[in-house]
């Protein structure tokens, strides 16, 4: 009567995780350009003590703020990281094609030089 095409639930959570690391990662790009951008365009290239500003921020290219503004911008940056593996984690396991060790598999498939393996499929046999 019904149909049973329903994903385990570890594909569920997989991708779950996956549009959430994705939302992330963008959200967090955004902000950090957006930061990048204000304050690029609202401070001066040389330090200003009287109002704070004595130390350079991380990616505007020289320009100035103060301590709490350049922990902001790398804060941002380490945050991305986390997004960024919750997009690449593993989708679903697959069988190795392979019997051969990893190592005879690696020198097949990236041959440098004359080094060629036979049956590889690489060069002349």
Do not use: D
Not at 59 to 66: D, E, L, R
Not at 67 to 73: F, K, R, S, T, V
Not at 83 to 109: A, C, D, N, T, Y
């Amino acid at each position: 009567m019904g149909n049973s095409t329903r994903k385990p639930s570890w594909q569920l959570w997989s991708n779950i995780l996956s549009f959430f690391g994705a939302a992330g990662c963008i959200v967090v790009l955004l902000w950090s350009f957006g930061l990048i951008g204000y304050y690029s365009s609202n401070r001066p290239p040389e330090p200003m003590p009287e109002r704070g500003w004595t130390q350079k921020l991380s990616g505007t290219k020289g320009y100035y703020g103060s301590y709490a503004e350049n922990e902001q911008l790398l804060r941002l940056h380490e945050w991305f990281y986390p997004f960024f593996l919750m997009v690449g984690q593993v989708k679903e396991p697959h069988p190795q094609k392979s019997s051969r060790p990893f190592q005879i598999v690696l020198l097949s498939k990236f041959s440098w030089g004359g080094a060629r393996m036979h049956g590889s499929g690489m060069g002349p046999e």
